[in-house]
């Protein structure tokens, strides 16, 4: 039995892939009781992100079919297992990628929870969040400021994180030029997050047409990449002291490593198959970093929250209701969203 518990009425949906590369279909699920160290969750609202895809692909391993994908979760606890303290029926709270960590292997002992090889991931290690409900390790959860719907917090607990914490761990301190590169789910809030760190921000795109975009989302600079050498362009605003890359266009990511200022940083959070072309001469002299940064665990998603509530960041959303889980995942999938598509199951809000 669960320590504190209410009942859910009415039959729980989940949308769920029956195998790998499949449409999510609505399905009607059992209710789980949350065991010792978790959590239940009514799911108010659920990101749809591109990592789902590969969740549905099967590419994970452990991932069992059928699978309900989803990581970007927002709702409410419901239901709380044995030992778990800290948290109470009501809450409002988020996941993400991180679903929980094994917690004795040195990445977790040192803090490093992200990047535990047990690492658990919603859709992977538990049914996720294309639900009206999920049960979740309570070490995943993070605290929803009351600023903050469930449908604005939920993008913010995968591409939130992953953008403000790479941001804030790169050695870039306010009145630096940092550069985005990428004006889509993950680069609009890259830009939003860098101007609010106080970085001169410099959105990097492809297109004339995406310059007021820009500025609306507070760059003050605009380079189209189709239209000069990327790398010049930096170079002309005094050097990059970093870029973050949100594409998946390896090329485009080189060419900006020549646009780094002194000791400058390319930090990657866009997952590409691809190599990315760089000779040591372009590192060397100037002492350049190119590196990868994931996400972040569940106490970096409650400070992305905060920090977006605080400074008024906000993913461009899109909302879909649950039902319509595959139009949604069609939109990500094809990029016609604008920025983030959001699933609402019509629980809260």
């Known amino acids: 039995m669960s320590a ?20 999510p279909e609505l399905v009607e699920v059992a209710a789980r009781e949350p065991g010792p160290g978790s959590v239940r969750i009514t799911v108010d609202a659920c990101g749809v992100c591109h990592s789902d895809l590969l969740i549905a692909s099967g590419a994970l391993p452990g991932t069992t079919f059928p699978v309900t994908p989803g990581h970007e979760i927002a709702g409410r606890i419901d239901a709380l297992g044995e030992h778990v303290t800290g948290w109470r029926v009501g809450d409002r709270v988020a996941v993400g990628w ?3 960590s094994c917690g004795h292997c040195d990445a977790c002992r040192t803090g490093d929870t992200v990047l535990c090889p047990e690492l658990s991931v919603p859709g992977v290690a538990f049914p996720g969040g294309y639900a009206d409900s999920v049960v979740v390790p309570a ?20 591409a939130g994180v992953t953008v403000f914490n790479a941001l804030r761990n790169t050695a870039a301190r306010p009145g630096d030029t940092v550069a985005i590169l990428g004006l889509g789910g993950l680069g609009h809030l890259g830009v939003q997050f860098a101007q609010k760190m106080g970085f001169d921000t410099v959105a990097i795109a492809r297109g004339k047409e995406k310059q007021d975009l820009a500025h609306k989302l507070g760059a003050a600079h605009y380079v189209d ?7 010049e362009a930096l170079q002309a605003l005094g050097g990059a002291k970093v870029v973050l890359a949100t594409v998946t266009n390896a090329d485009a990511m080189a060419a900006t490593i020549d646009g780094l200022g002194r000791r400058g940083e390319l930090v990657v959070v866009g997952i590409s198959p691809d190599p990315v072309p760089v000779t040591p001469l372009q590192l060397v002299p100037n002492a350049r970093k190119v590196y990868g940064h994931a996400s972040g665990n569940a106490v970096d998603i409650q400070d992305t929250l905060r920090f977006a509530a605080q400074t008024g960041v906000r993913a461009w959303i899109e909302e879909l209701p649950l039902e319509e889980t595959a139009t949604a995942v069609a939109k990500m999938a094809d990029g016609s969203a604008r920025f983030r598509m959001v699933l609402t199951t019509g629980t809260g809000n």
Do not use: F, W
Request: some cysteine; charged content about 10%.
């Open 4 to 23: 504190s518990t209410t009942s859910h009425k009415g039959p729980l949906r989940a949308a769920q892939v029956a195998e790998p590369n499949g449409t």
């Open 98 to 100: 991180y679903g929980g």
């Open 225 to 231: 990449s189709t239209a000069g050498d990327v790398a």
């Open 139 to 158: 070490m995943a959860l993070a605290a929803i400021p009351d600023q903050l719907t469930a449908a604005e917090a939920a993008p913010l607990a995968c």
